[in-house]
């Protein structure tokens, strides 16, 4: 039920969707899901598995996203602030060309980054997001670095600092600024950077950090997904920006990125000191259905990483390093069982294997199974909170200032 979901969603990240289907190009690959279904990546790696490593001009925990060879990541200055923006011939891993967008250092949580943001690139751009507190910024960049428009959305007002990540949605690029300040969804045109639209949001002191997805019913039209503390799970039409529905779930921080599994999207809301829970919603739809809460989860709830959909299987894995497989319809939990270490990134599937790094560097592997099974454990050179990504049968690993490009293996 839940693959023919997927199949359902209309997601465009580029012109055609051949091309999107088969890039890597947003925060967790197509409609954030965390899905590959590539083979040969290992469970379990050795130093000379990797075809290629750099070492990164700045630091932070941002993606990679890909437009064919062309691999896109930023870094952050820890001294000044600025970000930087590289593109990496993904075949190579050597530098194209790098870029460098001023900005300012400020405030940030101990574990965020002034490249916490993964950038989403289509077949003309690469969209950007450089926040400080005195200015809201979306850059377009063409494939050679060159700025094509720049806009400002306002001031920032955050405890955290930034960390959400923009889409691409047919020809707009879609970003969320749910924050302690003036809070709104907006969509701009990717051509021009001119808005298409803005739904204004509650005011919190729970910014909100996940990154929206499309979910889209059979029958109905596509709806942007978004979670936040304040306004709990959005339905928003993405040519109009109107909400369609809405239901209210947190009463904490929501940080990760909303998932579609078994009929339901699950969201999740947490905090430093605990309390953390993921809900499982039905949809409303167009039609005046209104979404309902189908059921809860609270016990070793993730509140940083995005919680993994295979089938009707849904993988959540806790921040302090406890891992839960339950049944997508139900809740039914499968197993839950302890991998050790502490996560901020989010896991992605490749194949029937699933692929988590640990803040501590740990890239740890299970089997996409409802039986548990550990199948491998590789330690990277420091410590990392980005989430990996795949493009071209090949998996991407960033650490704080390093990326690793891991090749296929026969016999995996």
Not at 1 to 26: K, N, Q, T
Not at 63 to 92: H, K, M, N
Not at 178 to 201: H, N, P, V
Not at 246 to 253: A, P, Q, S
Request: hydrophobic share 35%; with cysteine.
């Amino acid at each position: 039920m839940a693959r023919h979901l997927l199949l359902m969603i209309v997601f465009f990240c580029g012109a055609e969707m051949a091309h999107a289907e088969d890039s890597w190009c947003r925060f967790r690959g197509p409609n954030g899901a965390g899905q590959s279904d590539a083979v040969g990546i290992p469970a379990q790696w050795g130093e000379d598995a990797y075809a290629w490593k750099v070492d990164l001009p700045g630091v932070g925990h941002s993606s990679p996203v890909f437009w064919g060879q062309e691999l896109y990541l930023t870094a952050g200055d820890p001294e000044s602030g600025d970000l930087i923006v590289l593109r990496l011939d993904a075949a190579s891993g050597k530098t194209v060309w790098q870029k460098s967008f001023g900005s300012k250092s400020h405030h940030l949580h101990a574990r965020n980054s002034y490249a916490s943001s993964t950038p989403a690139v289509d077949q003309e751009h690469i969209y950007l997001a450089l926040v400080t507190p005195e200015a809201y910024r979306v850059l377009a960049l063409d494939h050679n670095g060159e700025k094509v428009w720049e806009q400002n959305l306002g001031l920032f007002n955050s405890q955290h600092g930034f960390g959400t990540s923009p889409i691409v949605y047919q020809d707009r690029v879609v970003i969320g600024n749910d924050q302690m300040g003036d809070s709104f969804l907006i969509a701009l045109d990717c051509k021009t950077g001119e808005q298409r639209w803005k739904t204004y949001r509650q005011k919190t002191r729970r910014t909100a950090y996940g990154v929206p997805c499309v979910y889209q019913a059979e029958g109905d039209k596509p709806v942007l997904i978004f979670t936040s503390g304040a306004n709990g799970m959005s339905a928003v039409d993405p040519d109009s920006g109107d909400v369609r529905w809405e239901i209210d779930l947190f009463d904490k921080r929501s940080v990760s990125s909303p998932v579609i599994a078994g009929g339901l999207i699950f969201g999740s809301c947490g905090s430093g000191g605990g309390g953390n829970y993921v809900c499982a919603v039905k949809p409303g739809d167009r039609f005046g259905t209104a979404p309902e809460l189908a059921y809860k989860v609270s016990s070793q709830a993730p509140y940083v990483p995005s919680a993994l959909a295979y089938g009707d299987l849904v993988f959540l894995w806790y921040d302090k390093g406890i891992v839960s497989c339950i049944d997508a319809p139900t809740g039914k939990v499968h197993w839950q069982k302890r991998v050790g270490g502490n996560f901020s990134g989010s896991p992605i599937r490749v194949g029937e294997k699933i692929y988590c790094i640990s803040d501590e560097g740990e890239v740890v592997c299970l089997s996409a199974s409802k039986e548990y099974e550990l199948l491998g454990r590789t330690l990277l050179e420091e410590s990392s909170r980005a989430t990996p990504a795949m493009a071209g049968g090949k998996m991407y690993l960033r650490t704080y200032s390093k990326l690793y490009c891991l090749a296929p293996q026969s016999g995996n």
